[in-house]
């Protein structure tokens, strides 16, 4: 079965913009966790849907957001776009709370 | 937060030898889970080990948890360049993820 599915792979923006970026989990998974992954810090948690509801968020500013629709796919939106936002974004879903996670590729963001 | 934090930082080796990677973590858990990561490409699930499981394999990959002491770890035997990779612990639900371990196998 196809695998998570993330859109754009690359994204070039200006500060002050705003970005949205794609999700498409594997089929029957409903939870959709979002990362962003820089050299500096690693790999952090953003946030994670589970059936259309934010159940766990991670520690970034409010100009991060998203949203998860009722089949399972997710956005997730960043606004007034800052230089150290330049990261990979890494999608992923699972069945459920506990199982396996399935990454997709990423979308490399970067910001002029 | 349960962080995973991986141990060391960066290692190199030679085809065919084995490679040991560690991670230690704050809290209790339910399950310790071990990611791969190429170069630019998302992360792959490599094996899950549960709380009341000592050790597990799956082919090259053997994987122990000691909880007292809140600690796991990943051997790779025989290791090859395609192995080549970072690699992530993670605990439990909302996996929260170390720095990895920077594997590099020469051949």
């Known amino acids: 079965k196809a695998g998570v599915t993330q859109t754009p792979r690359y994204l070039i923006k200006t500060r002050g913009q705003q970005v949205t970026l794609s999700c498409s989990p594997i089929s029957g998974h409903r939870s959709v966790s979002w990362y962003q992954q820089t050299p500096g810090q690693g790999l952090q948690f953003l946030f994670e849907?589970?059936?259309?509801?934010?159940?766990n968020k991670g520690n970034f500013p409010g100009r991060f957001s998203g949203r998860q629709f009722s089949n399972s796919r997710s956005e997730m939106n960043v606004s007034t776009l800052e230089l150290g936002d330049s990261a990979l974004y890494l999608c992923?879903?699972?069945?459920?709370?506990?199982?396996?996670?399935?990454f997709g590729d990423g979308t490399r963001l970067s910001i002029l | 937060s349960q962080q995973g934090e991986e141990d060391p930082q960066a290692l190199s080796i030679q085809e065919g030898e084995n490679a040991t990677m560690n991670c230690s973590y704050k809290?209790?858990?339910?399950?310790l889970q071990w990611y791969r990561q190429n170069s630019g490409r998302g992360l792959v699930h490599l094996i899950l080990i549960r709380s009341n499981e000592r050790e597990k394999h799956s082919g090259r990959l053997r994987v122990t948890l000691d909880t007292s002491k809140k600690s796991s770890s990943l051997l790779i035997t025989a290791s090859r360049a395609a192995d080549t990779a970072s690699y992530f612990c993670a605990t439990d639900s909302t996996l929260t993820f170390g720095k990895g371990t920077m594997l590099l196998v020469s051949p």
């Open positions: 809290t209790s858990i339910n399950n």
């Open positions: 849907y589970f059936s259309e509801t934010q159940r």
């Open positions: 992923a879903s699972s069945l459920g709370s506990s199982e396996p996670q399935h």
